[in-house]
């Protein structure tokens, strides 16, 4: 018999008895849409938790600084964040790029408003590497010839008013009232001398403080986002480290750079040391035999590599938990399915013995019983991902509409997902029915004759 009639056959069988068989692929139904709804929750968590991750966590990047108590060491063996090291850095194996940055607490002035700017300076190249989504202009410029500063979505927070009762955004609820990209806003470098000069007081030589240089700066661009809206640069203000080091080499001529180091006697060195390196690793997996080289040398290393793989081990779990929840719902449908085929064999067992006195070969009688289990496994399986994805566009519209969630969406169905739920629905159709289709094959064809 061929395999095409097989499959007329038992199709044409199924529909003979409609009722038991929708009842049996409604079980079908269910167990397919709960694993697939259950996977999709566990690997959307997955998903929409690392993006998370990734906008305040590099995936592959290993913060360096320099080690944090040097204060019994000669001068010659500190260690400090320079070029030299850099280069040394980058012939460790696996290390892409390494960014520096130089970090300084400036002061910004507008009218009555005064802010706290964080500012980094950094590689353009590491700036365009953050994955900005800008709102406003553009970043930094290669070559544009004058210090251009890029403000973090958060940044104007950061103003406040010293006028009437004062008070920021903070206290007021109100960001205040200054264009980032369009007013004409002031910069003190060297805020300490700006504070000192401010309270009348005099130095150690007993003149009275000079007020520092007021700077006219370019915003190049402000970053896409409300003040609510968290990202590892929401409170930094961004510059081509480039452009900085020779506006701050001229500021403090002959005086030491806030933040920089110091010789015993306080003398500032003659080479800029940065304040931080981010090395940049070729694959997660390296991340942690990186920081351990570094850490070798003598520097503060450390990622988040390994916070992020038990994240992930934690996902892991809850993934296979949802599954495991799904397949019992599955397991019970299989049960289902058994039940249906051996009481198909029980109202048959005339035919197949008909068919055996007729010479059917047994072997295909088995198959047409497998048949008609995999063609439920197949039915429930195709309207158990029509209800799946209906479940999942439902889940993920509640989730975007709850304020309280953060996320977009919770429930992700990938197409490998598709294609193996499928292969399963099936597989479990047909393991259900193979030991009714054994039972069939081994039916005496005279005993089954005489059965009423």
């Known amino acids: 018999m061929k395999f095409i009639d097989l499959l007329r056959m038992s199709v044409s069988n199924l529909f003979k008895r409609k009722v038991r068989t929708i009842l049996t692929v409604l ?13 999709s929750l566990g690997l959307g968590l997955n998903k929409s938790t690392m993006e998370q991750i990734s906008n305040y966590a590099s ?19 500190k260690k400090f964040l320079s070029d030299a090291l850099i280069e040394d850095i980058m ?38 590497n953050m994955n900005i989504q800008v ?10 010839g004058e210090l251009q500063l890029f403000y973090g979505n958060m940044a104007l927070a950061n103003f406040y008013s010293t006028s009437g009762s004062g008070g920021g955004y903070w206290e007021t609820n109100e960001l205040p009232d200054i264009d980032l990209m369009n007013d004409s806003i002031l910069y003190i470098l060297d805020r300490d001398a700006y504070y000192n000069s401010q309270g009348g007081g ?3 030589n007993g003149k009275p403080y000079k007020k520092p240089k007021k700077h006219l700066l370019t915003t190049a661009g402000v970053a896409a986002g409300g003040v609510e809206q968290y990202y590892n640069y929401s409170w930094n203000t961004y510059c081509d480290i480039n452009e900085l080091i020779p506006i701050l080499k001229k500021e ?37 035999e990186v920081t351990q080289v570094i850490s070798d040398m003598g520097y503060e290393a450390y990622n988040d590599a390994e916070w992020i793989e038990s994240q992930q081990q934690q996902l892991g779990m809850i993934q296979a938990v949802l599954g495991g929840i799904g397949a019992v719902s599955l397991f019970v449908a299989a049960i289902g399915i058994t039940n249906t085929m051996m009481m198909s064999i029980y109202e048959r067992t005339k035919e197949i013995g008909v068919m055996k006195v007729l010479g059917c070969d047994m072997r295909n009688i088995g198959t047409l019983f497998l048949l008609e289990a995999g063609f439920i496994g197949f039915l429930g399986g195709v309207v158990g991902l029509i209800l799946s994805f209906s479940l999942s566009g439902v889940i993920n519209y509640l989730v975007s509409q709850s304020e309280n969630m953060g996320m977009e969406g919770i429930s992700y169905i990938p197409l490998w997902l598709v294609l193996l739920s499928m292969a399963f629905a099936i597989l479990v159709g047909m393991v259900a029915g193979f030991f009714p289709a054994r039972r069939a094959m081994k039916l005496s064809p005279l005993a089954a004759i005489r059965n009423e």
């Open 27 to 39: 079980g079908v139904v269910i167990g397919v849409a709960s694993i697939v709804v259950m996977v």
């Open 59 to 77: 995936l592959t990047a290993v913060t360096v600084n320099q080690p944090w108590n040097q204060e019994g060491s000669g001068e010659k063996d």
């Open 91 to 128: 012939q460790i194996p696996h290390v892409v790029s390494v960014d520096p940055y130089l970090n300084l607490d400036i002061i910004a002035k507008y009218g009555s408003y005064e802010g706290y700017i964080q500012l980094y300076g950094t590689t353009l190249s590491a700036i365009e």
């Open 135 to 144: 709102g406003e202009g553009t970043l930094p410029q290669e070559n544009a």
């Open 202 to 204: 005099t130095d150690e």
């Open 252 to 288: 403090f001529k002959g005086r030491a750079i806030p933040n920089q180091p110091t010789t015993s006697k306080g003398k500032p060195y003659k080479e800029i040391y940065y304040s931080q390196l981010v090395v940049n690793v070729d694959d997660m997996e390296n991340v942690a």
